[in-house]
């Protein structure tokens, strides 16, 4: 196991009803910036909770955070927020709100381009603090230090990361997801899974509680994410969906292990050019990357395919390719498709995912930093 260094600062609030401890969390003399998307949450009560919680709170509303949430609509949201003289964040709905929240915080009070701060790696001091409320297990913004924002001007999907832009807590309760579409369940699941395999499927370095609790996650998310599709009213489903989303990503099994991520950053691509939503571009991606590194990934595709597919095979080479069908099926059971084609894009999208990839240096990818150009190309003409 490598060396780590783990805290986590987010305080969880789980389960139902929980939104009404907003206002114990948050310094009475603030002034907050409610900040939230096209309007779900006035279709589900969020809106009517969070307001109530916020009674006797000084606060302005800003909502129209877009998914894919653009610098362009965030550079309003920051005027505001100088204006106001806002010095707190209370994000209310999926990740790209929450995203943009922490874009927001770094902003605040940084004096030079905003954009320098996911293009440049900028540093920036002293952000805001947030809450968050969130909506849409998937992400696990809600509890980790991570944003993506894109620039619509330029076509680019960009990230930054820094635990000081972490959410001091967030509300997760389970009945604010039951009015989610069919698509957006699908699409976090398909997420979450894709989390945990970009800091599981690597390879052994003797670290059996990181990987005992990614397994357990994965076969949450196989088993609760169809349940959740055919039955969105059940609360304990949805409370396993929530808990698993949230604890793929927040730090927790990934320290001290290798990680991946190339999926994600060739994914982001696809967004940046097409529009596809996050998860749809993960689910294009991952199969056709297993394939083209089950050599260097052989033995975490064993154990995956062992561990939590529960497969069986009369040789190693047909367990890791029953793994890989696996994982592909379990995207498409979740109505998620798994291929270029299925999304109306043309061949040619291929050479447009590799210049952009090009263009963010996006020169060696992976664990073994072993995917370079030639090998996104490889697995992108696999996964056409
Ligand atoms: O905008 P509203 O009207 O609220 O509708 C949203 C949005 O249209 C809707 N929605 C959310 N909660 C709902 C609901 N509709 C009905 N009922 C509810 N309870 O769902 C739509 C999608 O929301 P969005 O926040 O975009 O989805 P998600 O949580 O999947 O976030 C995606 C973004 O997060 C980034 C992605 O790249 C993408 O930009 N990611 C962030 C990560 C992180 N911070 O760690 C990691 C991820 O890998 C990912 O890259
Ligand atoms: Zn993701």
Redesign the pocket.
């Known amino acids: 196991m490598n060396n780590f260094e783990f805290k986590n600062q987010t305080e969880i609030l789980f389960g139902k009803g929980q939104a009404s401890k907003i206002s114990e969390r948050i310094p009475t003399d603030a002034n907050v910036l409610f900040l ?6 006035k ?2 009560g ?1 809106f009517d909770d969070v307001t109530k919680a916020l009674k006797g709170f000084s606060y302005v509303e800003f909502s129209g ?5 653009t610098f362009e609509t965030l550079l309003k949201a920051l005027a505001v927020i100088e204006e106001q003289n806002i010095d707190f964040i209370l994000a209310v ?7 943009g929240a ?1 874009f927001l915080a770094a902003a605040a009070n940084f004096d030079g381009e905003p954009w320098d701060i996911l293009e440049k790696g900028a540093q920036f001091s002293n952000p805001l603090p947030i809450g968050a409320v969130l ?2 297990p ?4 809600e509890s ?1 230090g ?3 924002v ?1 620039k619509k001007a330029t076509q680019q ?1 960009l ?1 930054f990361g820094h635990p000081s832009v972490q959410p001091v807590f967030a509300i997760l309760d389970p009945v ?6 069919s698509k ?1 369940i699908s ?2 699941t398909v ?1 979450a899974f894709v ?1 945990v395999i970009e800091q599981y499927l690597t390879y052994p370095v003797n670290s059996p509680i990181q990987d005992g609790f990614a397994e357990t996650i994965l076969r949450t998310l196989i088993q609760e994410g169809p349940k959740a599709l055919q039955n969105p009213k059940d609360y304990d489903t949805r409370a396993n969906v929530m808990w698993a989303a949230t604890m793929a ?1 927040n730090g927790l099994i990934g320290q001290g292990v290798p990680q991946d991520w190339a999926t ?1 950053m060739i994914g ?1 691509e696809f ?1 940046a050019l097409y529009g596809l ?3 749809q571009t993960l689910a294009i991606v991952l199969p056709a990357l297993m394939r083209r590194q089950k050599q260097q990934k052989r033995a975490k595709i064993i154990q995956l395919g062992t561990e939590v597919f529960k497969l069986e095979a009369n040789s190693e080479d047909a367990l890791v390719e029953a793994t890989i069908d696996a994982t592909q099926a379990f995207f498409e059971q979740m109505q998620v498709k798994t291929h270029i084609s299925d999304y109306g894009l043309e061949k040619s999208a291929v050479d447009e995912v590799l210049a952009k990839l090009k263009e963010n240096a996006r020169f060696k990818l992976g664990e073994h930093q072993d995917i370079t150009l030639d090998v996104s190309k490889e697995i992108l003409e696999m996964a056409y």
């Open positions: 939230y998307g096209g309007g779900s949450i279709k589900n969020v955070v877009e998914p894919n949430p709905g999926g990740g790209s709100v929450i995203d922490k909506t849409l998937a992400t696990g913004s980790n991570n944003s993506v894109t999907k990230a604010y997801t039951f009015t989610l579409p957006q699409n976090g997420d989390h990503l994600h982001h967004t939503d996050h998860a």
